[in-house]
């Protein structure tokens, strides 16, 4: 009667972790109303003394863990999208693209570009990137950070993007339906979320460069290529993450899930190394012809279902205009 499967014990622990499912919930319901009140880009200082601008149309979620940036601080919309705040104290330094590692430990090989804030590596990309990219750069070097979203691209039920959990995953759109534009895929996507509204950032398809200042945020050994073997980095299934989430059509292919007794999630952003890989802005040339010549493709990082392994920091390649089911993509944000 009392450690039973269905004993005392068991059902004084469902209940009582239902109870905090319950406060979770209100907590968020509170959020996203001071967001909707939220008319301008304000300071917030945490617990810590740390400080950080929390922008016009979001609010910061007080569930305890999430309301701290040493942590992984949680900003929420009023529509219930969440982004986790990645600071970027040492900008020279620290806000670069790094090589990804292998599940050996070993630092991937591969020739990989993308425009930065100087328009370098620019031939490849539009005008409205290059414009983009240079105010991105510009952004986080004032503001010391970023957002990121806190959980893959996912769908609501009448197909539109969210950034939230329990979210069907984004899946099955290219980088772009046009060779070397950036229209109708997953850049115009990420960009339209927060497009012609009052909302204090801009958001877009994550850069490479931001994917590496997220895993260095998380593993401050990244930056400098010298995670151990153990680190999320280079083995997130021994910190309990699993690449697995998703097989021909299983229900679990949703945002967010929490596996195998393991936490899917690392200062509080979730999906970074399994569900499916995601395309970010990098290029790649791939696809060798018989003159010598190569095709140009996209970059996407982590590991999806289609790998047996599970790492964050894995860089692959893909098609500009592919559709794959084991590719979705990541939204940031920065600061207006």
């Known amino acids: 009667m009392v450690v039973g499967e269905n004993g005392i014990l068991n059902r004084v622990t469902d209940a009582s972790k239902k ?3 319950e406060k ?58 969440e982004f986790v705040w990645i600071p970027v104290k040492d900008f020279e330094n620290k806000f670069k693209r790094v090589s990804g590692y292998t599940t050996d430990g070993k630092l991937q090989n591969l020739e990989s570009s993308e425009i930065d804030g100087e328009g370098n590596n620019s031939q490849y990309e539009s005008e409205l990137t290059k414009k983009e990219a240079k105010e991105m750069y510009a952004s986080v070097k004032k503001n010391e950070g970023f957002y990121i979203g806190r959980y893959e691209a996912g769908k609501d039920e009448n197909g539109n993007l969210v950034i939230q959990k329990n979210m069907t995953v984004y899946n099955n759109v ?46 401050n050994n990244y930056i400098n290529s010298s995670c151990s073997l153990d680190s999320f980095c280079v083995n997130a299934k021994g910190k309990g993450w699993d690449s697995t989430n998703y097989f ?23 999906d970074l190394a399994g569900n499916v890989s995601e395309f970010i802005m990098e290029f790649i040339k791939i696809k060798p012809y018989d003159n010598g010549t190569k095709d140009l493709g996209r ?35 920065y600061l207006k």
């Open 299 to 333: 970059v996407r990082r982590g590991t999806g279902f289609d790998y047996d392994k599970c790492f964050s920091s894995d860089r692959s390649d893909a098609s500009f205009t592919g559709y794959y089911d084991f590719i979705g993509f990541r939204v940031a944000l």
């Open 24 to 81: 979770d919930k209100e907590q968020r319901q509170l959020a996203m109303a001071e967001a909707a009140m939220n008319f301008e880009n304000k300071e917030y200082t945490d617990k810590n003394g740390e400080k950080v601008t929390i922008p016009a149309g979001f609010a910061v979620s007080e569930i305890e863990g999430e309301n701290t940036i040493k942590d992984g601080l949680v900003i929420i919309d009023s529509n219930g999208n």
């Open 174 to 219: 290219p980088w772009s339906k046009i060779y070397k534009e950036d229209t109708g895929g997953a850049v115009e996507l990420s960009r339209n979320l927060y497009k012609n509204s009052n909302i204090g950032v801009k958001s877009t398809l994550c850069y490479g460069v931001q994917w590496d200042a997220t895993l260095n945020f998380i593993d």
């Open 19 to 21: 109870t905090n499912e």
């Open 248 to 270: 021909n059509g299983n229900p679990n292919h949703l945002t967010g899930i929490d596996l195998d007794g393991g936490k899917n999630c690392e200062k509080n952003i979730y």
